[in-house]
């Protein structure tokens, strides 16, 4: 395992111990001569045999080798180790053997070992394991499962043979009658003649068929079918039973069924006609399907308690999308509840702060203000993002996008804080990674900044924050990204890193006082990684730093750097060029008064003029009412009263003016989830700015859409 040259001795022992900590499985050394005392056993061992640490496993086993195995298995499993060690010239040994756990539990392991000889302690032993207990049950339920599959091969290989063997009619009778004991009724039929004969009834009804008596299949099969099969199963039940669908049916399947509903004096009940091949088709010379055994067979009970659970699923499904139905719509509306106000409180003193004659004493009780009302948004927006994901609500974009372009505003926002705190931030790409993939952006965005927003909130003035990007593998037209961060903070203890992934967990009280902290960054971080079918690892020393490593997969995009350059040059006049504000004519669609007065206020401070509009209904009015090209914009919010921002915006689109499909229409609004983006871009709205919408947000939507216009 460590190599020809590799010497173990109290002087490297250390270094198996550093190796075992990080194994991934099992992993202990004992000598070879009696009485077999272990030399080193790692967590996963002590674990494996459900002590809590090393003393309890050592009082457990007699720290030997001996002591580890099931009494009655050791001296076999000690005879097959020596005897696989001398037949092998590599030295390698593999065998299986009961252990007994702290609890008394007996469980499976399987041991991979090597010996080796050593000048300090003679012949050891280095050996891998791993609890093998659940694949055992999983193979014994698989072994099972194959007896009862071959068993049931086998009847079904007994059936297929007796019914060729049918040549005379004594030798019919007899198959068919031991195969019909589930049976109601059985019948022979060829289907050459139209012919068959009854070899079994229990005369449940007048006009039945008696045993031995010969009867036209078809004529007696429709009458049936007329007479007791109920008329929503009827038609399937005739094509059932016509002899070129039999055939062709029969020439791929052994056994045939239909399952249809009777009804006989009044009384409903389920039934089974099955069908069967007397000589497969591949046994003929034509290779076709002569004759038959037909029987049926009552379902009524089976199939009226599959109907039951059938039901009973179904209600619980109903009840389970019901139940989330409605945790959406309270989410939902406790988002827009709570960013509204918020809108005009930031709004406000966003205003407030704007004004130049204000005094340094006020302008920092704003500041504050600000501060505060930021951090509550955060605090919402991460409640609202782990009860959607608790509610499996959150999805994932499969979207192309610009990685670099991601990248440099990860980098613009961490920077600028590193550098406002005093950090010393690194940043850099190993290797080559594709300027685009195919993925969700927003959410790989959010992850980074999570991470690398709490690298820079525990590492104190002077620190250090380094952000390094590689691609480690490509296969089949996907490339998985590895994300590593690294940060000279407070980190974390070893205690505490299992807990970090759970919602509201500190290791401190104090750090939640220090630092404002949630409690739900890193559980969601953990989520939205998932969710994108990746991993995050992390690895933590406490007054050292913390070293966060995650990785994803994204699907490989087409784009070049060459179609990049292209369509930038194509588009760099429109980049270049800049949009006046001053004098464009804005349509405001909002029904809260305050936060109409608050967004009116900031397009008069960039000289825009607003004309208001309390509910969706009068910003149609007013739009169909002023003339053609009249406004330049339109900003419209979601939840009004009379007609709603989403009806007001299909309604403006279908309008049929010229400009009805080319003015831009935002929406300012507190519905901040996915799907209330997606549902605005569907009815026609140009762009989706959430609640509190910043004033410089705002602005440059207003000046990308003009420009675009």
Known sequence: MFGKHFLLTDETMHIVEELGLHMPGGFFIYKAEEPEELLYANHTVIDIFGCKDLDEFKELTGNTFKGMLHPDDYRQISDSIVKQISENEGKYDYVEYRIIRKDGEIRYVDDYGHYTETEEYGGIYYVFISDVTEMKKIKAAETEA????????????????????????????????????D????????????????????HPFDSALNVGEHFSFSKAFKEYAEKFVTKEYREGFLNFIDPENIRKKLADELIITYRYLISRNGIESYEMLRMAGVRHPEDRDDHMVHAIGVGFTDIDREMRENMARGRALSDALASAEEANMAKTAFLSN???????????????????????????????????????????????????????????????????????????????????????????????IKGEVDEFYIGDDMKLSQVLINILGNAVKFTPQGGTVKFTVEEVAKFEGNSTLRFTIEDTGIGMSKEFLPKLFETFSQEDSTVTNRYGSSGLGMPITKNMVELMNGNIEVESEKGVGSKFAVTVTLEESTRTSSNKEENSEKDEPSKEEHVDLKGLKVLLAEDMMINAEITMMILSLHEMEADHAENGKIALEKY??????????????????EMNGLEATKAIRKSGRKDSETIPIIALTANAFDEDVQRSLQAGLNAHLSKPVEPESLCEAIEDLIKNK
């Open 334 to 428: 406790m988002s827009h509840e709570i960013r509204t106000p918020m809108n005009a409180i930031i709004g406000l003193n966003n205003i407030a702060l704007s004004d130049p004659e204000i005094s340094d004493k006020t302008r920092g009780y704003l500041e504050k203000i600000s501060t505060s009302a930021e951090h509550l948004m955060h605090i919402i927006n991460d409640i609202l993002d782990m009860s959607r994901i608790e509610s499996g609500r959150m999805s994932v974009n499969h979207e192309e996008f610009s990685f670099l372009e991601t990248l440099e505003h990860v980098n613009t926002i961490i920077g600028g804080q590193c550098r406002e705190k005093g950090l010393h931030y690194e940043y850099g």
């Open 624 to 641: 169909l009412s002023a003339p053609e090209g009249y406004y330049d914009i339109i900003l419209m919010d979601m939840r009004m009263p």
């Open 183 to 202: 049976y109601r009724c059985v019948y022979y039929v060829v289907l050459d003649t139209d012919e068959g004969i009854c070899y079994r009834t229990d």
């Open 146 to 181: 194959r007896v009862k599959q071959q068993e049931l091969e086998e009847k079904l290989a007994l059936q297929e043979k007796l019914l060729e063997q049918q040549k005379k009619a004594s030798e019919q009778s007899q198959m068919i009658t031991a195969m019909a004991s």
